[in-house]
């Protein structure tokens, strides 16, 4: 054997044994499953689930954060967990109330009906029951079957939204939508989120031999109830949607006591950050581009009200609009410029003093 094949060769043992020893990433159907430190792992959402979760195995039993918006994709991620380990799952965290957190609690009640606590907040327990449940039975009864008539009037009719004749390539994309919409049916008659039953006000923690869990409520932001999951010895933060790899989502969002929650969140000692969605991040470089963001949101939009002036929400949004996209648009990408008219209206919402608490 020549030199550099025994070089190529050694190589490749090297590469193998650091694969068998740890494997950093595996993918599901529908997650990229990912070791971020030992025992926890982030289950980032393929594109069409979108949403994250994660799981950490302990001494004693798993720990799930978040359940994603089926319960069929939350069974496929505990088939990845038993693959992992065959402890049982005993907690499920929800972040908080959003359906794409939390309509796949049932798999795990269904799968570990011995052992399994639902977690949340106070607020995000209130607001599953307030609102999540009820949306089920508008998505079960209207938005679906109205979005299956729709797709399917644009096949028979060969046109497109717009009028004009569907290509192959379009015909197909709404085929995939239509199937994606008729199985997404079927699963909602059978849908019943499993509300939380263990709840907190500021911080639960989960003391188990080999790992501190800690459940943690710093205040309103995305919604009123959300909590990240903090693992102090691993440094990992996992971050729910407070955090995301995106501009801040913020249809049910308190604008103006977001950046001080997020604050208190940087505040904490961690490496790693499993966000609600997009990729595990590094560091606390996206936690500080959103914090500047939130801030400069916040504060642009309440310059307008300055010298008690009430202004018009359409003005607002256009002097706001151009000048938050002039700053964060190179950060947040393209569809910035659509998401931040979103932020605009829920933060001149609040500065008009129009969101009020359900209590
Ligand atoms: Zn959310």
Not at 36 to 44: L, P, S
Not at 121 to 134: E, Q
Request: aromatic share 8%; net charge neutral.
């Amino acid at each position: 054997m020549v030199k550099s094949e025994r070089r190529i060769l050694l190589g490749l043992v090297i590469m193998l044994g650091l694969l068998m020893i740890c494997p950093p990433l595996w993918a599901s159907q529908f997650f990229n499953v990912e070791k971020v430190a030992d025992g926890v792992y982030a289950a980032i959402g393929k594109p069409g689930v979108a949403s994250n979760g994660a799981f950490i195995v302990t001494d004693d039993g798993v720990v799930v954060v978040d359940t994603h918006f089926r319960p069929s994709w939350a069974r496929d991620l505990i088939t990845e967990i038993k693959k992992t380990t065959d402890q049982p799952v005993r907690y499920v965290i929800n972040t908080h109330w959003h359906n794409d957190h939390t309509q796949g609690n049932q798999a795990y009640a269904e799968a570990f009906p011995k052992y399994v606590e639902f977690i949340s907040s106070h607020n995000t327990r209130d607001d599953i029951i307030r609102l999540a449940i009820p949306s089920v039975k508008q998505s079960l009864e209207q938005d679906v079957p109205n979005a299956i008539q729709r797709l399917q009037g644009f096949l028979d009719s060969g046109k497109g939204p717009d009028g004009a004749a569907l290509s192959g390539d379009r015909r197909a994309q709404i085929q995939t939508q239509l199937e994606s919409q008729k199985s997404y049916l079927e699963e909602l008659k059978h849908m019943t989120i499993t509300v939380p039953n263990m709840t907190f006000d500021r911080s639960l923690i989960l003391h188990k031999k080999d790992k501190e869990i800690r459940i943690l409520y710093f205040g309103k932001g995305h919604t009123r109830g959300d909590v990240v999951v903090y693992l102090p010895k691993e440094k990992v933060l996992i971050s729910g949607d407070l955090l995301i790899g995106g501009t801040p989502f913020m249809r049910d969002a308190y604008p103006f006591e977001w950046a001080p929650t997020l604050e208190q969140i940087g505040g904490l000692d961690f490496a790693k950050v499993i966000p609600g969605h997009g990729p595990v991040e590094d560091g606390k470089n996206q936690l500080q581009l959103e914090l500047r963001y939130l801030k400069d949101l916040v504060s642009t939009v309440q310059a307008q009200f300055d010298g008690g002036k009430t202004p018009s929400l359409d003005d607002v949004k256009k002097t706001a609009a151009a000048q938050l996209v002039a700053k964060y648009e190179k950060d947040y990408g393209p569809n910035f410029k659509t998401a931040v008219l979103g932020n605009i209206e829920r933060t001149y919402a609040e500065a008009k003093g129009d969101l009020k608490d359900p209590h």
